[in-house]
């Protein structure tokens, strides 16, 4: 077997809470708590889980825009975790971010050529020329036209500026893009643009792609394999047929099943979870779930269920899977 | 199903908004009816005119900029487009309730749960004593399903969730027992699982209480599981009205079959999403023409210089597109006879 592109251990984000006069910590939001997955090259990842769970902040700590507080990441057969501030940042030229709000993250005072030519001029990557050259073949690639060059963010619709997104992302000819809920602030049928143009430029450009996104419906049809992720915790991991079709964990089981999917014909199997998300800051003891989960065991509060290869390929983290259980049944 | 009485009805409807660009028709022409007891769908996209429809509907069109430049908007046969908002108030107390998007900015963080239920109780039940009151604001919350009603009485809005928010919103629209309720994207903002729970409750409540619903969503999957009629809107106007089991199964506007070929469904892998080329056209950007030609696969000669009416297409579905205009259909018809 290849090794992964990607690979991330025991990645952990722990934020301090702050209280008092003082501004002692009194504690932590476990943001993400002991993550481990890969990503294999060409492939694309989703990651799902509702809001709050740590979507974004794994998704940051991959490119060292936050801090791990623990864990590694090996990206290409390289510790990222290990590099130097300097060797992070050339890293980066191979990593690139498209983000979910494309208003907030283009700057309103720089033309599109500028705001593109930024990530050439920070690698340093051709002359003024070429650069402006390969400014009109991304405006091309990505489906808007070199005369946009010239225009302000503002001038464009929201699918038009998160493809300006895309390109930005695509300039320095990155290996592996994470698109931090991407198309979930555009209407559907823009999303469908964006979507189809993504899997396209994947196609041919052989991009590897983790695709973070709450839209269950939207994670399925670019992946080809999905993690679940509850409190901080990747509670499920599975190619997305077997994920969907025949779903382990009693969590992803309660997602799937609150989907509304259009057509007015079909008959769900509806498991309604009962309260709240827990706050992450004092996350249920044992496995995170076992507040809302209708199969809770005694073993649930106590131990932590560890992400296990239940079948071929398929990760779940729960007790329901354990051993004894299985034998059980 | 079919029969039951109209309880509110917009006619002709078009609210405009005047800004330094000019006059925008944001809301065009727009005819639509709320059935008794049902739950009634609007979709479209962003900044098709569904908030500012609903907005006209309670009367709350911000003014100015704003203003209702056309058309009338009847409650149970009265028009109640010219009442004052005196009159408007009674209506809004009594009759048609509204949630809005955003749960968050329509509580007051300043006061508790309690105070703000009561005074929305005290509002429509004069002559009510505090105790009174306070009973009815427990009864309601129970009623939308959020446990230790007495306590969250107590408690402020940020110590609550998303979600029990959301309900707090619905149990106090739910006070006056309002004839409709008018729910604008009450789920957006909530995650599926908590969605589903607030979806149920308007079903039930619906129901129990026999109060017909606007549900405005932009999410084909809420309106199938959720309402019985669904209303399409694009760029300001209705484009397609009909009982949902029509619509997702026999729809017949372009931009409604487009929409509904573009939705990822989570059962099945497509092998490529339609997507509808184009963009969503800037409100009273387009003078002339169906609002949808510049996208529509099927344009065809009169589109571009001619707007297309509501065409009656079967007892119980509309559809603004000149396919459906009876005379097309049979020199459509006669093409395929002849050739
Ligand atoms: N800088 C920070 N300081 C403290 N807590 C933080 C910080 N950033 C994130 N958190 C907390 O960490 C948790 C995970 O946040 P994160 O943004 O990763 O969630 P998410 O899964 O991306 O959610 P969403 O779907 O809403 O984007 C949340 O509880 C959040 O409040
Ligand atoms: N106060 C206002 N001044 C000027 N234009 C306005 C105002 N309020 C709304 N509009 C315009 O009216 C149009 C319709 O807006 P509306 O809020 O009804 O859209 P919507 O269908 O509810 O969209 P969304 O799905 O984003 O909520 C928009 O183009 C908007 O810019
Ligand atoms: S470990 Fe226990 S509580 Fe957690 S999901 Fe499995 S059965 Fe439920
Ligand atoms: S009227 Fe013409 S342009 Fe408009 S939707 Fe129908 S076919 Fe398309
Ligand atoms: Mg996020
Ligand atoms: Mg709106």
Redesign the interface.
Known sequence: MTEPLLKVEGLKKYFPVKNGLFGKTTGHVKAVDDVSFYVNEGETLGIVG??GCGKSTTGRMLMRLLEPTEGTVTFDGQELTKLSPQEMRKARREIQMVFQDPYASLNPRHTVEKILMEPLIVHNIGDTKSRKKMVRDFLEIVGLSSYHAKRYPHQF????RQRIGIARALMTNPKLIIADEPVSAL???????V??LM?KLQRELKLTYIFIA?????V??ISDRVGVMYLGKMVELAS??NL?AEPLHPYTK?????????????IRE?I??EG??PSPSNPPSGCTFHTRCPFAMDRCKQVVPQLEEIKTGHYVACHLYDADMIDKN | MTNRKAVLEVKNLQTSFFTDDGVIPSVDFVDFEVREGEILGIVG??GSGKSVTSLSVMGLIPSPPGKITSGEIRYNGADITGYSEKQMRQIRGNDIAMIFQEPMTSLNPLFTIGSQMMEAVLLHKKGWSKKQAHARSVEMLKLVGLPRAEELMKDYPHQL?G??RQRVMIAMALVCDPKVLIADEPTTAL???????I??LMKDLNTRLNTAIILIT?????????CERVVVMYAGKVVEEGP??RI??NPQHPYTK???A??????F??Q??????G??PKPGSIKEGCRFAARCSEVFGRCTVESPPLYQTAPDHKTRCFLYDPEEVTAHDRAIVES
């Not at chain 2, 995650?191 to 729970?197: G, P």
């Open positions: 509702e809001s619709s929201g699918g038009q209407d559907v049928s823009i999303q469908a643009q979507l189809n899997q709450h839209d269950l419906g939207v399925r049809h997305s047929e969907y309660a997602l799937l099943s609150a989907v509304p999917v259009p057509d007015p014909n079909f509806e309604l979870l709240d998300i | 996209e962003s969730s979600g029990m995650d599926v699982t908590i969605q589903a729970q979806l149920k932009h999410d084909l999957g809420v309106v199938a599981e959720t949902v089991e997702f199964t487009g929409l509904l573009s939705v990822p469904d989570m059962r892998k497509k490529s999403l339609y997507s509808i080329p963009n969503v």
